[in-house]
């Protein structure tokens, strides 16, 4: 497996992490933990050293999942995790229906580190993302909270998740950020306009979320793919039978590629992202062994000059139906 290093930090990591959100939350019913966990260990085996998670999946459980399989790689294994929401014990946000208020009080953000170190099983946490910007707590607050518990080496890295390229910059003037993580991919492109030019400026890494569409751009879905009411993409007006089937075209394109390059549309949307910047570290999420597997052949794909090329010009020509998110969800990104 080969590794990147996030920006200008020391935190080098498998070219591939693992999103581990959907084991326990969101898509659908929690999965098998027994079965979780052996996928887990499986990904290690197979060269993932980046894992990602948040006190929020679940809540709590996928950060225990995460303690649990986990515990045998300390040292061989970073493990990200996020701050930002008001949880209490025994609340349960079900998808992006019932998102719980955000809190990014610097009390919150130490509240969150000693019980997520505990739940991960870890003495410091590798990284740490406020997970969406709270307007009500200024950032530089933020900051200055994460880089007290640097200090204290309870927290590795800072990071921010879905933030707007002025606020990365005020909140890197207090702490250095290590990685910014927002969704990215062939349908999502909104970070390349100020957010990627700006963390090439600072030497900040880039997670892409949902790099495969939530699924979509596996090329396993079309027009007459249902959700079930606990899978969150039931929610999301990119996923009405509209939006799925105007998409096609983009899944088209993907195919097209894979098959010149004996590829899968997933691998080819994995690819184009790993070349988009050396310090882009994507992290697709499954629950399943040959999907995990199908993943990592992509980090050996190599896309030419060409290759790109002949996807920028074809994806230029296909406009993206439906919003990412409801407006309510929507309204707290890129803040």
Known sequence: MQKRRL?????????????????SFSY?????????????????????TFFDTAEVYGPFTN?????????????QVAIATKFGFNLAPGSDPRGM??????NSRPERIKQ??????????????????????????????????????????KVKHFGMSEAAAKTIRRAHAVQPVTAVQSEYSLWTRGPEAEVLPTLEELGI???????????????????????????????LPRFTPEALQANQALVDLLGSIGVQKQATPAQIALAWLLAQKPWIVPI?????????????????????ADDLSEIESAAAKIEVMGARYPEHVEKMTGR
């Open 28 to 48: 659908g019913a929690p999965k098998d933990k027994q079965e979780m966990i052996t996928l887990l260990r499986a990904a290690v085996e197979r060269g993932i």
């Open 284 to 304: 697709p999420g499954t629950t399943k062994l040959h999907r995990l597997e199908e993943n990592i052949g992509a980090v050996e794909l190599e896309l030419t």
């Open 63 to 75: 950060e225990e999942l995460l303690g649990e399989a986990l515990s045998p790689f300390h040292g």
């Open 7 to 23: 920006g200008k930090s020391n935190l080098e990591v498998s070219a591939l992490g693992l999103g581990c959100m959907g084991m």
């Open 97 to 102: 229906k019932g998102l719980p208020a955000l």
């Open 205 to 235: 890494g880039f997670v892409p979320f949902s790099p495969l569409g939530k699924g979509f751009l596996t090329g396993k879905m079309d027009a007459s793919t249902t959700f079930e009411s606990n899978d969150f993409r039931s929610t």
């Open 112 to 153: 969150v580190a000693e019980e997520s170190l505990k739940r991960l099983k870890i003495e410091a946490i590798d990284l740490f993302y406020q997970h969406r910007v709270d307007l009500d707590v200024p950032i530089e607050d933020v900051a200055g909270a994460v880089k007290d518990l640097i200090q204290e080496g």
